[in-house]
C-alpha cells in the first residue's frame, strides 16, 4: 500500500551540481506531476506527465527537466542546481486529469543548494 | 488565471471547538473543483475534501465541512472539534475543467490548537 513513495527524503548540494529525484506510483495513475513548495507561495507545479513518455511544462519549469519511462515512474533532474532551487520538492499522481479528481502525494524531498 | 487566496496566515483555536479556514478563489471556467489537503510537521499532504462546481450540497467528511458560497467564490474549510492532532498547515487548492486544469494552491493557513 506504498502509493506514491520519492528517493531521496532529503539532499544538499553545492552551486553547479546535479541531481535526479525519483517519484514511483503503485496506483497505475496515467498523470503525474512535481510541485516546488517554498514559504509563503503554497505548491507550485514544475512539471507534469499525462502518459509514458510524455512530459509538459507546468508554472515554473525552468531549471528542471523530467522523464516519464515507464508508467509508474517520473523523475526530476536538476542540471545546475542554484541557490533559488532550495525547496521541498513534492511528486503527485492522478487517476484522471479532470477537476474532480484528488492528487495523491509523496512525503516529499528537501533539498538545500548551498 | 486562477488564483487561489487564502488570507490567515495563522489560526489558533481551543481544543474542542470549532474553527474556520477561509479561502478564496477567482475563475471564469463554470466547472471547477476545489480541494484541501493537510500538511502536518511530519510533511506529507493528505487529502481531507472536495467540492465540486455543480455540487448543491456542501461536501462533509467526518469532522471537516466546506462551506461552498458560490456566489461570493469562496470554499472555507470548517473543522468541528478540534483535535490537537489537527495542528497542521492547510492548502486550499481548485482545478479548472478547460484546458488548463493543473490544481492551483494557496499560500496555506498554519492551524494551531491549544489545550
Known amino acids: 500500500n506504498a502509493g506514491v513513495t520519492q528517493t531521496p527524503k532529503f539532499r544538499v548540494l553545492k552551486t553547479g551540481q546535479s541531481m535526479t529525484l525519483l517519484c514511483a506510483q503503485d496506483m497505475n495513475h496515467e498523470y503525474m506531476y512535481w510541485y516546488r513548495q517554498d514559504p509563503g507561495m503554497g505548491l507550485r507545479l514544475i512539471h507534469y506527465s499525462v502518459g509514458e513518455g510524455t512530459t509538459a511544462k507546468g508554472e515554473v519549469p525552468d531549471g528542471y527537466n523530467v522523464s516519464r519511462l515507464k508508467k509508474q515512474n517520473f523523475l526530476l533532474g536538476l542540471e545546475s542546481a542554484a541557490p533559488s532551487q532550495t525547496s521541498v520538492y513534492f511528486c503527485?499522481?492522478?487517476?484522471?486529469?479532470?477537476?474532480?479528481?484528488?492528487?495523491?502525494f509523496g512525503n516529499g524531498t528537501r533539498l538545500t543548494v548551498t | 488565471a486562477q488564483k487561489i487566496t487564502q488570507t490567515q496566515p495563522g489560526m489558533f483555536v481551543q481544543e474542542k471547538e470549532a474553527v474556520t479556514l477561509d479561502c478564496t478563489y477567482d475563475?471564469?471556467?463554470?466547472?471547477?473543483?476545489l480541494f484541501w489537503y493537510k500538511q502536518p510537521s511530519s510533511g506529507e499532504m493528505i487529502f481531507l475534501i472536495y467540492q465540486g462546481s455543480y455540487d448543491q450540497q456542501n461536501a462533509t467528511e467526518g469532522r471537516y465541512s466546506l462551506n461552498f458560497q458560490k456566489a461570493r467564490k469562496s470554499a472555507n474549510l470548517v473543522i468541528s472539534a478540534s483535535q490537537l492532532g489537527d495542528s497542521a498547515m492547510y492548502f486550499c487548492a481548485m482545478r479548472e475543467g478547460g484546458n488548463n486544469n493543473d490544481m492551483r494552491f494557496g499560500a496555506g493557513t498554519r492551524l494551531t490548537v491549544k489545550p
Open positions: 475563475t471564469s471556467d463554470p466547472s471547477y473543483g
Open positions: 503527485a499522481s492522478s487517476y484522471s486529469r479532470n477537476y474532480n479528481s484528488p492528487l495523491h
